[in-house]
């Protein structure tokens, strides 16, 4: 039984070991392709920054830097993919927003979005402002604040702390509530929101997923669409105005 459990302590030491060390080449690699991008080696600095990519990190910083440099090198799709890439860990980052509204005047498509209701307006401009694990954490927040107040509440004496944490912590229960709503809210929309950036140069949307099939219309590099459905090597997409085609799935990158 010892030798089993010795056995388990080394290889968690191992593992954590592995795991440090690669944080370190990791750390290491970051702070050496940011002065490369510094030095305008922008190429290579975008070679470093995807090999620590593909040690499976997801950074906002990482992404944000990556699209940067892709920004400097002209190379439209990749740099709105990764600004969109950080946008999505920091919705509320101002460079990545300034930066990413900036690279989109470098696109082609001037697609006019459709008019959206009050609510949507509501979950865009605030709701989704935060990811629902953070509103998870602020659901957590005011249940502790109601367990609180109430235990205060039921061991008061006076009459008028009794008043105001009774009503304390009805409120608390009301914060609870909407931000329990905002998080199942913002959790939904992160399940069925599938978007994607389109990488090809310039490419036909087409009626159907079969290349005879007519062309509705064009799109071409860096512009954001959301994917409705996939047959075979075929997406279903629609854009911000509402009209919908297919694209073949090798055009475009999912985000």
Known sequence: MKAVFKKYIILLLLLILQLTSYAQEANKNFVKANQLYQSKKYNEAITLYHKIENQKIKAAELYYNLANAYYKTNNVASSIYYYEKALQLAPNNKDIIFNLNFAKRMTIDNIEELPINLFQKLSRNFIQKLTYNTWSYVTLLFVALFTILFLLYHFSEASINKRILF?????????????????????????????????????????????????VFELHEGTKVQILKSVDN??????????????????????
Request: zero cysteines.
């Open 167 to 215: 009503i304390s912590s009805i409120l608390s229960i009301l914060f609870f509530i909407f931000s329990l709503t905002f998080a199942f809210h913002t959790y939904k929309v992160s399940l069925n929101k599938k978007e994607a950036i389109i990488f090809a140069q310039q490419t036909n949307i087409k009626s159907a997923p079969i290349l005879s099939s007519e062309t």
């Open 234 to 255: 075929w997406k279903k997409i629609k854009i911000a105005d509402g009209q919908v085609g297919w694209i073949i799935a090798t055009e475009l990158k999912k985000l």
